[in-house]
């Protein structure tokens, strides 16, 4: 998955400013995501690219470097 891509379904899933969404954004901290945002973006995730993050798993990405590289490992 390119990042462009990835971003886009950040920026979609949690309405924030696509120019906060960079690799080294928190999703906690810069792109204010609660656990329930954490969730939706998983599904959306999975819907744009076929990739499912197990919930133990997804607590532990903390930043949209975590996840795009997780989503590149197991494309």
């Given amino acids: 998955m390119e990042?462009?891509?990835l971003k886009q379904v950040i920026v979609d899933t949690l309405n924030c400013d696509p120019e906060k969404v960079?690799?080294?954004a928190?999703?906690?901290e810069d792109?204010?995501?609660d656990?329930?945002?954490a969730v939706e973006l998983n599904?959306?995730?999975?819907e744009a690219c076929g990739v499912t993050i197990p919930d133990e798993k997804l607590a532990e990405?903390?930043?949209?470097?975590d996840i795009f590289d997780y989503i590149n490992a197991n494309a």
């Fill in 3 to 5: 990042f462009e891509a």
């Fill in 22 to 24: 960079t690799l080294a």
């Fill in 26 to 28: 928190t999703l906690s």
């Fill in 31 to 33: 792109l204010e995501a």
């Fill in 35 to 37: 656990s329930l945002d």
């Fill in 43 to 46: 599904m959306a995730i999975e």
């Fill in 61 to 65: 990405l903390k930043t949209v470097q």
